[in-house]
């Protein structure tokens, strides 16, 4: 979970972005030597697919209760892994019932978007509000009190959207696809699948793993490139969708020990990890100003209200000093070149590099 942290004194500004960010914590598996079989590659991807799928369906209940901003990281963070194996197995744009399962996960994860965002900032809020000194304490309760009104509505719409998915039945069509008693899908199986979806056979897997990872790299350059272009919020919060999905990608790789991807998995962690302070601090902006938008809140609370909108100010000044951030790691960086080499070697010799694992 990203955290802010107001600081003190009399040019304080809203947060403390001097420090670097610390990666998400997350275990780490073992290096191994690949034990992959060849030809058993797809067996394995399916098996990812399933772990995922169970870690998926495992938080919804605790989702649905709506008091564990965890579950609710955890099953957003599970869908877009589940996704990603997905796009292995069935290269999109798919058709047909695999189309309709995707949806469900991509729908799922962004119904929760906004109910994650306001648990975000009410943790920083929070911590602000525990400290003995805290400044403008008052502004500060006001905003927490706007987010907790803000989260009970945005989770009843969340609830609503989630109840009419039919999550079981998502539950047993997919698995259903994905294994026949923990197995590959029975041959009658997949015939069941959509008719524009071949079989996957043992000699398409360096294929497949050449051409996703040659389609997202592409578009998580492009991406970058783009922000450091044209640096409007927009833009650059889909570098950081852009990075998210590269690095599940590199998780799936690093599954086979491919040397290298530990690396790449921790820089692209750190990247993500910092767009997601700015995210953050770009959210806040916006609950903010919706705020000081309200024409009751203005006559009624003028006061909190000309402090808020110093405190937006500051927070421009905090947001920007992560852009620059952002810009020295992304910019033909080190790391961003050890990457490029990284990708052109497994897109001209998958195989071989599978192998070496």
Same mark, same amino acid.
């Given at each position: ?16 972005? +001097?420090? /670097? ?36 369906? /495992? ?19 599970? +869908? ?21 399962? @995707? ?7 962004? +119904? ?11 943790? /920083? ?26 989260? +009970? ?100 790789? @690093? ?41 009751? %809140?203005? @006559? ?32 033909? /960086? %080190? ?23």
């Amino acid at each position: 979970m990203h955290s802010v942290k107001e600081t003190t004194g009399h040019d304080a500004t809203v947060l403390d972005v +001097s420090a /670097s960010p610390e990666p998400e914590q997350e275990p780490r598996p073992e290096k191994k030597v690949r034990t992959v079989a060849p030809g058993e590659e797809w067996n394995k991807i399916r098996k990812l697919a399933v772990r995922q799928l169970e870690r998926f369906m /495992s938080l919804e209940p605790k989702v649905l209760r709506g008091d564990d901003p965890d579950a609710i990281h955890d099953m957003r963070v599970a +869908s877009r892994r589940l996704q990603q194996v997905l796009d292995l197995l069935y290269f999109p744009p798919s058709a047909g019932e695999i189309r309709k399962l @995707r949806r469900v996960i991509r729908r799922s994860r962004r +119904s929760l978007s906004k109910v994650r965002n306001c648990d975000v900032l009410l943790q /920083s809020v929070g911590a602000r509000l525990a400290r003995k000194r805290a400044s403008r304490r008052e502004i500060w309760t006001a905003v927490e009190h706007y987010l907790h009104q803000r989260r +009970s509505r945005t989770f009843e719409k969340s609830l609503r959207k989630i109840s009419k998915m039919n999550m079981a039945g998502f539950y047993v069509h997919l698995k259903g696809r994905l294994t026949v008693n923990g197995q590959k899908p029975h041959p009658a199986a997949q015939k069941l699948l959509d008719a524009g979806t071949q079989e996957l056979l043992p000699g398409q897997f360096y294929e497949r793993i050449g051409e996703t990872l040659e389609h997202v790299t592409q578009a998580f350059e492009d991406q970058i490139a783009q922000s450091l272009a044209d640096p409007r919020a927009p833009v650059i919060h889909a570098a950081r969708i852009a990075t998210k999905r590269l690095r599940y990608l590199i998780e799936v790789i @690093r599954e086979f020990g491919v040397s290298g991807s530990d690396e790449l998995v921790v820089w692209l962690r750190n990247l993500q990890h910092l767009l997601g302070e700015w995210h953050d601090l770009e959210v806040l902006e916006e609950m903010m100003i919706e705020m000081v938008a309200r024409p009751e %809140f203005l @006559r009624d609370q003028l006061e909190i209200a000309m402090g808020l909108e110093k405190l937006i100010l500051r927070n421009r000044v905090a947001k920007k000093t992560l852009e620059e951030k952002y810009f020295l790691m992304a910019r033909d /960086s %080190f790391e961003l070149r050890q990457m490029k080499e990284w990708v052109a070697y497994l897109l001209s010799a998958p195989s071989a590099a599978f192998v070496k694992a």
